[in-house]
Structures are given as C-alpha cells and as structure tokens.
C-alpha cells in the first residue's frame, strides 16, 4: 500500500488574490480657491502700502476674503509661496515686508486696463448710442489784480510821521 497524494483543499494567495482587495478612493481636491501668487497679488493691491506688506497682514487680507475655502495650513503655505516668489523675481522683499515687483506692477496695470476697455466696449455696443452734448461755457479772463510795490508803502509811512 503505497501512500496517495491528496491535494489540500486550501487555497493558495497569488497575485490575483491580492488584486481583488478594493482600492481605497482617493479624495478629489477641492480647492475653489485662486492660486496663491494671484491671492498674494489681490492682498498687496488692496493694501497698497508703498513700503510693502507684512506677510501677517497679507495672510489676513486672504483669510478675510477666502476663509471658507482655505486649508487649515494655509498660514505655513503662504510663507513658502512669498519666498518662491521672491526667488521667481515676481516678489521684492524688503526688510520684512513683499511688495509687487515693477515687471507685475506693470502687466496687472495692462491687464485692468484692457478689463476697463472691454467692459467699456461692451457697455457702448449693448445700449444705443444717444448724442448728447454738452454745452461749455466760455470761459470769462480773470481781472489781473494791481500789483503794489513795496517802495509805495514806505513813501506813506514817511508822510505820515
């Protein structure tokens, strides 16, 4: 009698095995919040301080503005952003304050600028146009008062004592 050998009924793990454990889903970001340089941009144009902003009063021009949309480190977030814009040159820092260098100064004027004209073209172009002028006045010359020399008055004085 010669011993049979059985398979065991246990199954062994594989690869397909460990496959079929669920994935855990990944939570989809939910940042509704502008892009830190462009928050930090809004902060210092409304502060417009011309020696620069603290980083404390930019976090709370932002918070004030964004608070419900904000992580809860958004604070640690905003100083790594202001030293890489600084680094990027979109920045200057001044002792310890940012303020917008003079190449963003100048494209966010020019982007408002165009925004104004936009807007403007819009506003023109969806009412008719009504010609109304308005009538200037002419403008009457002032009369030139009388200039006094100074020699006038001492030839009074003289007389008078």
Do not use: C, D, W
């Amino acid at each position: 009698m010669a011993k049979e050998k059985t398979e065991s009924p246990t199954v062994k793990k594989t690869s397909i095995a460990s496959k079929e454990k669920p994935k855990k889903l990944k939570k989809p970001k939910t940042t509704t919040h502008p892009p830190y340089f462009q928050m930090i941009k809004e902060a210092l144009m409304n502060l417009k301080e011309k020696n620069g902003s603290s980083p404390y009063a930019i976090a709370k021009q932002i918070e004030e503005k964004y608070k419900p949309v904000l992580p809860e480190n958004f604070r640690k977030t905003l100083s790594l952003q202001l030293k890489n814009s600084v680094a990027k040159g979109k920045l200057v820092k001044i002792r310890a304050s940012y303020k917008l260098s003079e190449t963003t100064t100048r494209t966010t004027r020019q982007q408002q600028q165009k925004k104004k004209m936009e807007t403007r073209s819009k506003k023109a172009a969806s009412k008719p146009e009504m010609v109304t002028k308005k009538k200037r006045r002419a403008k009457k010359p002032r009369q030139v008062k009388s200039i006094k020399s100074p020699g006038s008055k001492k030839v009074l004085r003289a007389s008078a004592s």
